[in-house]
């Protein structure tokens, strides 16, 4: 299983925090998609993912590298629990990307939530947190 947090702390600079924990398996490589149904381009989803940084079930980094456009490779991965943790710059009011501010938010998945190849059929669970002041959102979602 795939566990997703998605923290809008800082939503004043656009920043979505993305915490993704998963039990390692041999190859560990994390993407986003370059392209979405209903789009008509090459997206660059990757471009808005900022600091990405991994770590064991104790707490200490791994070595974590960007090694194409859109994929990340995890090194050293002997341990059970990995949790990556990175932000998401959130300025694109369109419904292929991800906008926040003190009046919205909107996060497609698919330009946020770091997949872990090999995986894409595993079940998947997301939280949400909103900061005091953005409580008053409502939240939809088409997941189910």
């Known amino acids: 299983m795939l566990h997703y947090q998605i923290e809008f702390d ?15 398996i041999p190859t560990q490589v994390l993407s986003l998609p370059t392209w ?8 660059e989803f ?10 064991d079930e104790d707490g200490r980094m791994l070595q974590i590298s960007k090694f194409e456009k859109n994929k990340w490779r995890l090194f050293n991965t002997d341990f059970e629990l990995i949790t990556v943790e990175y932000d998401v710059y959130a300025y ?13 938010l909107y996060v497609n998945p698919a330009c946020a939530c770091l997949g872990l190849e090999g995986q894409e059929e595993n079940q998947v669970e997301v939280e949400v947190f909103l900061p005091d002041e953005l409580k008053h959102f409502q939240l939809a979602t088409g997941l189910a």
């Open 10 to 24: 800082d939503y004043r600079q656009h920043l979505i925090h993305v915490t993704l924990r998963f039990v390692a």
């Open 36 to 43: 979405i149904p209903g789009s008509y381009l090459i997206r």
């Open 46 to 55: 990757s471009k808005h993912i900022e600091s990405v940084k991994a770590y």
């Open 92 to 104: 694109d009011l369109s419904v292929r990307g991800a906008y926040v501010d003190q009046n919205r």
